[in-house]
């Protein structure tokens, strides 16, 4: 089988502008493709993630995903790990993105933070963590 890269991420949003400009901000991610119903940004990696209008998204996939009531959550988590995990959860924290979870150490490794960015979706913010959990090299 050959392998198969992940390239990007998209997110089914009711106000694209909102979520465009929360992610810029938190991240310092750029635009890459800018259109009024769909606007991708571009990760340093290369990868990107995109924000796409729910109808214009429903179009592509056949149904319209319904926008998750009031203080509710998508069920969509998106994972980044930060070298500046501090200064991040600050920013987050300026933005006005719910937080759902402040930092945890993990079995994995990491130190993790939960937000709920304006759609809902959620948002860890990670970073390895500094001391090991017990019985992790």
């Keep these: 089988m050959k392998p198969t890269h992940h390239v990007l991420t998209v997110f089914a949003v009711t106000d694209v502008e909102r979520s465009v400009v929360f992610y810029e901000r938190a991240f310092g991610w750029t635009r890459r493709a800018d259109f009024p119903v769909y606007v991708e940004l571009a990760l340093p990696d290369g990868r990107g993630v995109a924000f796409y209008e729910r109808r214009g998204f429903g179009l592509n996939t056949g149904q319209e995903p319904p926008a998750p009531a009031a203080g509710a959550l998508t069920g969509a988590e998106l994972y980044l ?57």
Excluded: T
Aim: hydrophobic share 40%; proline share 9%.
């Design 81 to 137: 790990r930060c070298e500046d995990l501090d200064g991040v959860i600050e920013r987050l924290h300026a933005l006005g993105a719910r937080m759902l979870r402040p930092v945890v150490r993990k079995d994995w490794g990491d130190d993790v933070a939960y937000f709920a960015d304006p759609e809902g979706n959620v948002l860890a913010v990670a970073r390895r963590a500094l001391v090991p959990p017990e019985g992790n090299p």
